[in-house]
């Protein structure tokens, strides 16, 4: 009987641990993350489902740079907006 909770107990504690590398799963080394889609952005961030995205509305990158973002500076981003927006400077390695 003692030996069979034991076994649940390991058993549980591996699905837990498995389950949470799942949760963190990081694209192989070198590889970069797949940048969403305007359609996808819109879908995550567009609360009010309106078209637009406002401040509080956006999070990461847009958030960050929502002044320079919104070109006729109404507060909304629209998705010729976030279209047009300039690209992100790529990042350099430093050279060892």
């Known amino acids: 009987m003692k030996n069979t909770t034991v076994k649940k107990g390991v058993l549980v504690v591996a699905l837990v641990a498995f389950g949470a590398m ?3 799963a990081q694209p192989p080394k070198g590889e970069q993350r797949k940048r969403p889609t305007l359609e996808e952005i819109f ?13 509080e509305e956006v999070k990461g990158p847009l958030k960050k740079d929502f002044k320079k973002i919104d070109a006729n ?3 909304f981003l629209t998705k010729e907006e976030i279209e047009k927006m300039p690209k992100p400077e790529k990042k350099e390695k430093p050279s060892k």
Request: proline share 0%.
């Open 22 to 24: 799942g949760l963190k």
């Open 43 to 55: 879908k995550q961030m567009d609360a009010n489902e309106d078209g637009k995205l406002t401040k």
């Open 73 to 75: 500076e109404d507060g």
